[in-house]
T-cell receptor
Framework: AQTVTQSQPEMSVQEAETVTLSCTYD???????LFWYKQPPSRQMILVIR??????QNATENRFSVNFQKAAKSFSLKISDSQLGDTAMYFC?????????????FGKGTKLSVKP | KAGVTQTPRYLIKTRGQQVTLSCSPI?????VSWYQQTPGQGLQFLFE???????NKGNFPGRFSGRQFSNSRSEMNVSTLELGDSALYLC?????????????FGPGTRLLVL
C-alpha cells in the first residue's frame, strides 16, 4: 500500500525566515508525481509545487522549493522568506501513474504558523 | 478562467437523510474527483469521474455514490447519512487523467450531520 507521512503536525516560523516541512512516502511504483498543497484558513486547497519522480532536478516555485530524495523516499518543502500569508495547513501528496489509474494520497498535514 | 465551484457551501442534515453535492469543474477539464476531509482521517479519496464514467473508487461504503454529466459537472450523493459523514467534501478537476494532470480544488461543501 502507498502511504504518505508528515511527521510534523505543527510548526511555526518567524516572518522572513526559512522553514522546511518534511514528508516521506512509501511506494513500490517507479512512476509517480509528488505534490505540496496549501490549505489556508479559508479552506481553498491550492497547489504549491509539483515534482515528477523521473526528474532529478528539484522543483522550485518562487519562494518554494523541494528537496526530493528518491532513494530515501523523501520530499521536503522549503519556504524561504516566510510571509504571514503562508500560514496554512500544508499537505504532501502522491499519485502513481501508468498501468491502472491511481488516486491522490495525502499525508495528514502540517499546520504552519508564520509569526510577525 | 473560473475555478472549480461547489454548491452548496454549507449543509446541515439529520441522520438517515440523504444529500446531494454538486461540483462544476474548470472549463475544459474532464476529470472530476471527490475527497472527504475530516480531522481524524484527513483527506481521503472517494472517486473519480471522467467522461461520465467512474474511473477510480476509494474505500468508502456504497452509500457514497456519484455521477458526471456530459458537461463534466459532477454530483455526489450520500444516502442514509450517519454522524460520521460530517466532513468537508472537496471536489477537484483536472484536464484528463488525475494521474498525470494537476488537480485544482474547489472551496468545498461542509456537511454537518445531526
Amino acid at each position: 500500500a502507498q502511504t504518505v507521512t508528515q511527521s510534523q503536525p505543527e510548526m511555526s516560523v518567524q516572518e522572513a525566515e526559512t522553514v522546511t516541512l518534511s514528508c516521506t512516502y512509501d511506494t513500490s511504483e517507479n512512476n509517480y508525481y509528488l505534490f505540496w498543497y496549501k490549505q489556508p484558513p479559508s479552506r481553498q486547497m491550492i497547489l504549491v509545487i509539483r515534482q515528477e519522480a523521473y526528474k532529478q532536478q528539484n522543483a522550485t516555485e518562487n519562494r518554494f522549493s523541494v528537496n526530493f530524495q528518491k532513494a530515501a523516499k523523501s520530499f521536503s518543502l522549503k519556504i524561504s522568506d516566510s510571509q504571514l500569508g503562508d500560514t496554512a495547513m500544508y499537505f504532501c501528496a502522491f499519485i502513481a501513474y501508468g498501468g491502472s489509474q491511481g488516486n491522490l494520497i495525502f499525508g495528514k498535514g502540517t499546520k504552519l504558523s508564520v509569526k510577525p | 478562467k473560473a475555478g472549480v465551484t461547489q454548491t452548496p457551501r454549507y449543509l446541515i442534515k439529520t441522520r438517515g437523510q440523504q444529500v446531494t453535492l454538486s461540483c462544476s469543474p474548470i472549463s475544459g477539464h474532464r476529470s472530476v474527483s471527490w475527497y472527504q476531509q475530516t480531522p481524524g482521517q484527513g483527506l481521503q479519496f472517494l472517486f473519480e469521474y471522467f467522461s461520465e464514467t467512474q474511473r477510480n473508487k476509494g474505500n468508502f461504503p456504497g452509500r457514497f455514490s456519484g455521477r458526471q454529466f456530459s458537461n463534466s459537472r459532477s454530483e455526489m450523493n450520500v444516502s442514509t447519512l450517519e454522524l460520521g459523514d460530517s466532513a468537508l467534501y472537496l471536489c477537484a478537476s483536472s484536464l484528463a487523467s488525475i494521474s498525470q494532470e494537476t488537480q485544482y480544488f474547489g472551496p468545498g461543501t461542509r456537511l454537518l450531520v445531526l
